[in-house]
Nanobody, 123 residues
Framework: QLQASGGGLVQAGGSLRLSCAAS????????MGWFRQAPGLEREFIAA????????YYANSVKGRFTSSRGNAKNTIDLQMNSLKPEDTAVYYC??????????????????WGQGTQVTVSS
């Protein structure tokens, strides 16, 4: 089970830190992903990070502004979002994948999804 938290309302240029808490199984062999979905748009890849550590992959739209890492709390993955823009407004989801065919999982390879947390960036 995955649960994302930390969303909220922030002004453009501000920061938010999302957290994804994992429970119910061992996630040590999984790849974790962050996605977002704005109204009327498809779910968009944000970042992918192996639970056990290693290289993290980012979408070009957030590279240099967002950072995903293991959280301070046990069994959590965080997404630090800086220099937020109005176009970052969306529901943010965390997900986990066991099997994938590329360097990191594609959207349809994620098996476990959190419920989403709303991020709203005002201009």
């Amino acid at each position: 089970q995955l649960q994302a938290s930390g969303g909220g309302l922030v002004q453009a240029g501000g920061s938010l830190r999302l957290s994804c808490a994992a429970s119910g199984r061992s996630f040590s062999t999984l790849f974790m992903g962050w996605f977002r979905q704005a109204p009327g748009l498809e779910r968009e890849f944000i970042a992918a990070i192996p639970w056990s550590g290693g290289r993290t992959y980012y979408a070009n739209s957030v590279k240099g502004r967002f950072t995903s890492s293991r959280g301070n709390a046990k069994n959590t993955i965080d997404l630090q979002m800086n220099s937020l823009k109005p176009e970052d407004t969306a529901v943010y989801y965390c997900a986990a994948a066991r099997f994938y065919g590329g360097i990191y999982p594609a959207l349809n390879e994620y098996e476990y999804w959190g419920q989403g947390t709303q991020v709203t960036v005002s201009s």
